[in-house]
């Protein structure tokens, strides 16, 4: 399959890195192999699935001192057939060493180039804003995923973000909006709902039928470091990121 899939959304506090590492783990758990890249300087996603802190090899390097081609052995394996391109705190001043390289655009996309192939997905959890990392990620990227918080301002991000795509298909011609993620949904709220079919009405198809419920388990699973496959795998959390799973599988599957 060997597909690399950007999550974004410029909107912080969305869950975005949450999503980036159950849907990495539920491909894992289908016994697809996965990559995780963690190319936001807050270092969530980093913080979440692993508890080491000393990387011989960081997203940091790709952007600043590194030149060449990743390797699999620089890889960080969080689990059977998970793995993980950490980040560290210096990644928030890689966009100043970027701004000089003549491939600014294409770093990550050039150091992903010989590992891509031993992959089934690489997921990139980029930052809550539109810089050079995003773009990095977006240009790495074949399809791009947006979890949402179903309030009346998800309709103008996700329109904000789809001219993005539309503006950098000129350099990578293959990006698109794979699906929007209907996350931290509340079934008793009453905006969510219509939030939810104000999204369904303006971007038919792209939104996923999975929904991922507000929970606890999740927001617990976070802290502890683990993923909500191992900190509850009986939950309700559990399930629905296996189906969302199932439905990028079959979203790629349709391209």
Not at 36 to 65: E, G, I, K, R, W
Not at 156 to 161: A, K, P, R, W
């Amino acid at each position: 399959m060997g597909k690399i899939l950007s999550v974004a959304n410029q909107k912080g506090g969305v869950g975005k890195t949450t999503a980036t590492f159950n849907l990495g783990s539920a491909l894992s758990a289908l016994k697809f192999k996965v990559l995780l890249v963690d190319n936001d300087p807050q270092c969530n996603l980093t913080s979440y699935a692993t508890a080491h802190s000393d990387f011989f090899t960081t997203v940091d390097d790709m952007y600043v001192t590194r030149r060449k081609p990743l390797e699999l052995d620089e890889l960080v394996q969080i689990d059977k057939g998970l793995f993980l391109l950490p980040a560290e705190e210096g990644l928030v001043g890689a966009e100043h060493y970027l701004a000089v390289r003549p491939d600014k655009e294409y770093a990550l996309k050039n150091a992903l180039k010989v590992i891509a192939p031993e992959f089934d997905f690489i997921i990139i959890d980029n930052p809550p804003a539109l810089n050079m990392l995003t773009v990095n990620g977006l240009i790495a990227s074949e399809g791009v995923i947006v979890p949402v918080q179903l309030e009346f301002f998800s309709l103008e991000g996700i329109v904000f973000l789809q001219r993005t795509i539309l503006s950098l298909q000129q350099k990578n011609p293959g990006l698109k909006l794979l699906g929007i993620i209907p996350n931290m949904f509340n079934d008793r709220r009453k905006l969510n709902w219509e939030v939810l079919g104000a999204l369904k009405k303006e971007f038919k198809g792209l939104i996923f039928e999975t929904k991922i419920h507000d929970s606890v388990k999740v927001a617990e699973s976070s802290g502890h470091g683990e993923s909500i496959f191992k900190y509850a795998p009986k939950s309700r959390s559990t399930q629905e990121f296996l189906n969302l799973a199932k439905e990028v599988i079959s979203y790629v599957e349709a391209w």
